[in-house]
């Protein structure tokens, strides 16, 4: 069920709206369900239904008039709660409406069950699938009702109505998410012919920006140097950096100014202090895909084992993760990977604050990647094993989110996975085929490798050896056999991470033995002299920046 709330000044305009017939589509039956005392006259049910429904507004409004001869009624008196259930509920009974619409306005504090000063109110159906809940905010002692927060303890309610009726639990929000774009922000993209507003836009280049940057002042440099997106810094009179707005390049109001977005209201976590708190203590690390693939496959276990504070600090840096993807992935799975960060977006934040130096390892990594060219893997193995293990470690955030019942996250988090699994899928049909083309194995060789499985992983040999990617992973050990390692401890050794969410662990397997013996089946290249970490290079007609 979902409530939507909101004041009036008129009460008269509300109940003529509720029981008109004529004008409103869809209010084929109104009548009221439930009232204050049980006992409220009914213009649905009337004959004279002008008259009655005139009767019924002074009855409403009689406390707010006798407050208003003492000068004490609030100008926007009115309340209204309109309440709807699921497309896939059951029709609910009028009786079982008026206990929904009971225990709304005992939650907000409209009228508190068995307060004889409660506020007067009425419920009307006019519909199978919803009431309205109107009523007055003048108690019968002449004060003004006190319902602060009252979509959010409505909602309360509504979800504990779900559950005592067995209807549809909806999703529910923590208030943690991003606002949304306005109607007027999508009308004024579509005009323009963009499929996202400038809100989103900003928000994208934000959070990439924070992927990227090893601190809060390169963060700013680069959203400087992010084509089309405009920055305005505002400094304290020391010099120190007090928040950040930004805008899009001909976005502008109607006096041909710039439209700006605090970082705050483009995203919660990306309000100046929360950026400047994740960036502290950033370092970038030296074998930087190895060490973000480890800090990956090290995720699930700490979801499952560490504290909330810090499991909220590993999605957060798997948040920036992805976000980071598309500018490290080739074209064929850029588009995927852009919309798993957008959907992951969503499930990266909660209600719980996140220690973000449990996560500095990972986070430092994905830095140093941006700057650092991959290591050499003409087969494409190494990206496969990132893929497929930002899998696994997505699979242990739905887990997480769902255990905690974050209800949002979750949903985000299985959208992220879909685009994830396409993009992991992509990158697998070139690794898979370039491995078995380097080491093609016989029936005899395959059998061999089988008994190693069976041996090794006996509880997840028959998945393994049924799979069609059976063939990649036998030649893999073939390789590492022929390189002089034991297939039974080479096995045995990538084993030991995390495989039981895996959907290929034939595959996954194979892209960690390629990884673990790569040094063993190349030569190792001469060490290069250090080079210094390069900043962020302009581009070309960058924008303006305002200071």
């Given at each position: 069920m979902i409530a939507k709330i909101s004041s009036g000044k008129s009460t008269a305009g509300l109940i003529r709206y509720l029981f008109d017939t004529k004008a409103a589509k869809g209010h084929t039956d109104p009548h009221l369900v439930g009232s204050w005392d049980g006992f409220a006259p009914d213009p649905g049910r009337a004959e004279d239904s002008d008259a009655v429904r005139k009767l019924l507004v002074a009855d409403l409004d009689l406390h707010v008039k006798q407050a208003g001869r003492l000068g004490r009624a609030p100008e926007k008196h009115v309340w209204h709660c309109s309440v709807r259930a699921a497309e896939s509920d059951r029709i609910l009974t009028d009786e079982q409406w008026a206990d929904v619409a009971r225990r709304v306005v005992h939650a907000t504090g409209i009228a508190p069950e068995g307060d004889p000063d409660g506020c007067r109110w009425v419920?009307?159906?006019?519909?199978?699938?919803?009431?309205?809940?109107?009523?007055?905010?003048?108690?019968?002692?002449?004060?003004?009702?006190?319902?602060?927060?009252?979509?959010?303890?409505?909602?309360?309610?509504?979800?504990?109505?779900?559950?005592?009726?067995?209807?549809?639990?909806?999703?529910?929000?923590?208030?943690?998410?991003?606002?949304?774009?306005?109607?007027?922000?999508?009308?004024?993209?579509?005009?323009?012919?963009?499929?996202?507003?400038?809100?989103?836009?900003?928000?994208?280049?934000?959070?990439?920006?924070?992927?990227?940057?090893?601190?809060?002042?390169?963060?700013?440099?680069?959203?400087?140097?992010?084509?089309?997106?405009?920055?305005d810094v505002n400094r304290f009179p020391s010099g120190d950096v007090r928040g950040y707005t930004l805008a899009l390049e001909g976005d502008t109001n109607s006096g041909a100014e710039p439209i700006w977005y605090s970082g705050s209201k483009l995203a919660p976590d990306l309000s100046w202090p929360r950026i400047s708190e994740r960036l502290t203590g950033t370092t970038a690390t030296a074998r930087p895909w190895q060490d973000a693939i480890t800090a990956i496959e090290d995720i699930p276990r700490a979801l499952a084992h560490d504290g909330a504070s810090a499991a909220q600090a590993?999605?957060?840096?798997?948040?920036?993760?992805?976000?980071?993807?598309?500018?490290?992935?080739?074209?064929?799975?850029?588009?995927?990977?852009?919309?798993?960060?957008?959907?992951?977006?969503?499930?990266?934040?909660?209600?719980?604050?996140?220690?973000?130096?449990?996560?500095?390892?990972?986070?430092?990594?994905?830095?140093?990647?941006?700057?650092?060219?991959?290591?050499?893997?003409?087969?494409?193995?190494?990206?496969?094993?990132?893929?497929?293990?930002?899998?696994?470690?997505?699979?242990?955030?739905?887990?997480?989110?769902?255990?905690?019942?974050?209800?949002?996250?979750?949903?985000?988090?299985?959208?992220?996975?879909?685009?994830?699994?396409?993009?992991?899928?992509?990158?697998?049909?070139?690794?898979?085929?370039?491995?078995?083309?380097?080491?093609?194995?016989?029936?005899?060789?395959?059998?061999?490798?089988?008994?190693?499985?069976?041996?090794?992983?006996?509880?997840?040999?028959?998945?393994?050896?049924?799979?069609?990617?059976?063939?990649?992973?036998?030649?893999?050990?073939?390789?590492?056999?022929?390189?002089?390692?034991?297939?039974?401890?080479?096995?045995?050794?990538?084993?030991?991470?995390?495989?039981?969410?895996a959907r290929y662990p034939a595959r996954l397997l194979a892209w960690r033995i390629q990884q673990t013996t790569h040094t063993a089946q190349t030569p190792r290249p001469a060490p290069l002299a250090p080079q210094p970490t390069p900043g962020p290079t302009p581009q070309p007609g960058g924008p303006r920046t305002r200071h």
């Amino acid at each position: 069920m979902i409530a939507k709330i909101s004041s009036g000044k008129s009460t008269a305009g509300l109940i003529r709206y509720l029981f008109d017939t004529k004008a409103a589509k869809g209010h084929t039956d109104p009548h009221l369900v439930g009232s204050w005392d049980g006992f409220a006259p009914d213009p649905g049910r009337a004959e004279d239904s002008d008259a009655v429904r005139k009767l019924l507004v002074a009855d409403l409004d009689l406390h707010v008039k006798q407050a208003g001869r003492l000068g004490r009624a609030p100008e926007k008196h009115v309340w209204h709660c309109s309440v709807r259930a699921a497309e896939s509920d059951r029709i609910l009974t009028d009786e079982q409406w008026a206990d929904v619409a009971r225990r709304v306005v005992h939650a907000t504090g409209i009228a508190p069950e068995g307060d004889p000063d409660g506020c007067r109110w009425v419920a009307v159906r006019h519909a199978p699938d919803h009431i309205h809940i109107a009523a007055t905010t003048v108690r019968a002692d002449l004060r003004t009702a006190r319902h602060w927060n009252d979509y959010l303890t409505a909602d309360r309610e509504l979800a504990a109505v779900e559950k005592d009726h067995g209807l549809q639990q909806v999703v529910r929000g923590d208030r943690t998410a991003a606002k949304r774009p306005t109607r007027a922000e999508q009308e004024k993209a579509k005009r323009a012919g963009s499929k996202t507003t400038a809100r989103e836009r900003l928000r994208a280049a934000a959070r990439t920006a924070v992927a990227a940057a090893a601190s809060a002042e390169e963060f700013l440099v680069l959203l400087e140097h992010t084509e089309g997106v405009l920055v305005d810094v505002n400094r304290f009179p020391s010099g120190d950096v007090r928040g950040y707005t930004l805008a899009l390049e001909g976005d502008t109001n109607s006096g041909a100014e710039p439209i700006w977005y605090s970082g705050s209201k483009l995203a919660p976590d990306l309000s100046w202090p929360r950026i400047s708190e994740r960036l502290t203590g950033t370092t970038a690390t030296a074998r930087p895909w190895q060490d973000a693939i480890t800090a990956i496959e090290d995720i699930p276990r700490a979801l499952a084992h560490d504290g909330a504070s810090a499991a909220q600090a590993h999605i957060t840096a798997l948040g920036e993760t992805l976000d980071a993807l598309p500018l490290l992935a080739p074209a064929p799975y850029r588009e995927e990977l852009r919309r798993a960060a957008a959907a992951f977006e969503r499930a990266s934040r909660s209600r719980i604050h996140a220690e973000n130096h449990h996560a500095a390892r990972l986070r430092g990594a994905v830095r140093a990647m941006l700057r650092t060219p991959p290591p050499n893997s003409p087969d494409g193995t190494l990206l496969a094993l990132l893929l497929d293990t930002i899998v696994l470690a997505t699979a242990a955030t739905l887990r997480w989110h769902d255990l905690h019942h974050h209800d949002q996250q979750v949903t985000a988090t299985r959208d992220a996975l879909t685009h994830l699994h396409v993009a992991a899928d992509q990158a697998a049909v070139t690794a898979l085929a370039t491995v078995k083309q380097v080491q093609p194995t016989s029936p005899a060789v395959r059998l061999r490798y089988e008994r190693v499985v069976r041996m090794v992983l006996p509880e997840h040999a028959d998945t393994i050896l049924n799979a069609a990617d059976w063939d990649a992973l036998a030649a893999t050990l073939a390789r590492a056999d022929t390189n002089g390692l034991d297939p039974v401890e080479v096995l045995r050794a990538v084993a030991q991470r995390p495989l039981d969410d895996a959907r290929y662990p034939a595959r996954l397997l194979a892209w960690r033995i390629q990884q673990t013996t790569h040094t063993a089946q190349t030569p190792r290249p001469a060490p290069l002299a250090p080079q210094p970490t390069p900043g962020p290079t302009p581009q070309p007609g960058g924008p303006r920046t305002r200071h």
